[in-house]
């Protein structure tokens, strides 16, 4: 679609609705597909196609609900959202891949987009092959695609695999070339959901860097993401999701201080654990409870500061598995703006686990809990044989921490802005 030149609008969306069946995958059509069944029985098409928009029932939900929004040219916009609140949805719109409901889509300008591992690679293919047949795709030259062939290469880190059928790539190698021909395509809209999760933290911090310089270039980013940190930080504007709703629309730090106080506290402790669905990985293990519990063994609904706290992952495995080398880990993050805090896996302290199987209980001891006084919440993952097996979305719980004597002094610290408690041992000297 041309753009009109008197409008700066970027990306504009109106009353966008998406309604799925339940139970039913969304069957892939052809336009010559529609084209034929509707010549062949115009009337009768008119009539199924005229209900299924109508329609209600409880067959159906809808993943978008009457979305509308605006982005200029230029503008970097977050989006951020539960699993399930309608995000990679009104991607898939926004780039073309699904048809809305009801309601109105438009782009103004050329679109890189970014959305599921492997998109537009084909898994006999060998990554050179895929390079030139996904900038195609994308709408490059082949004399485009030359030029920036070795800077995609070099991007991606995939020098080695160049030649290789990309069906034998890893999640992550995937993830790296896709984002790299994406990113350099040179999009007036670059359209990218949450699948950097898949690459290493090293890539994750170039992929972001990269879209840092995408967006100073004065092209228009649309950034789907769980976290928050870079959301905040590559981002002026966000919107929340929610319900397939956009609940809130303002600054950054407005949207993502709105999620964590009213959406994701709520979300943790509404369904039970082993109920939820906000989780990724292949399943063969799974969290299923989460509490603490003290040195006495009884379990605790807080912690006084720098006593000994126990914290306990109850976990089921799949039918018939029984799993090795399974690592377990969790993390704590600040409720105020989702800061990680800490991590801590099993295996940063050499202990990896065998012979897992049935239902049971990870426990990991944590002498003189280190935390000050106040509310934090709680991550989990589990990775079986470096697989990702279990990761909830949205954290399995909270730890509270009352006031106590951590130094032995009395003090209780600096307070919430310095949640971690250091200790140390001063001493008088002269200087050298």
Sequence with gaps: MMNDPMSDIAIRVEHLSKRYRLGEREPYKSLRDV?????????????????????????YFW???????????????????????????LLKILSRITKPTTGLAEIYGRVGSLLEVGTGFHPELTGRENIYLNGAILGMRRAEIDRKFDEIVAFAEIEKFLDTPVKRYSSGMYVRLAF???AHLEPEILLVDEVLSVGDAEFQKKCLGKMGEVAKEGRTVLFVSHNLAAVENLCDRALLLHRGEIINDASSRTVIDYYLETILDASIGDIPLSQRTDRKGMGSIRFINFWIENNNRKRISSITAGTDLILAFEYVVKDGLTLRN?????SIHSISNNQ???????????????NVSGTGVFYCQVPKFPFAPGRYRVGARIVDNAVEADWPQDGIGYIDVESGDFYGTGSNGFGGSAPLLLSGNWRLGSSR
């Design 340 to 354: 990680t805090l800490c991590v801590l896996y099993s295996s940063y302290v050499g202990s990896v686990f065998d």
């Design 180 to 182: 790299a021909v994406a």
């Design 35 to 59: 084209i034929a069944r509707a010549a062949a029985a115009p009337i009768g098409w008119l009539r199924r196609n005229t209900r299924s928009i109508a329609g209600e029932g409880k067959n």
């Design 63 to 89: 993943a978008l609900d009457d979305v509308s929004f605006e982005v200029k040219q230029g503008e970097v916009v977050g989006i951020i959202g539960r699993n399930g609140a309608g995000k990679s949805t």
């Design 326 to 330: 399974v690592d377990v880990g969790f």
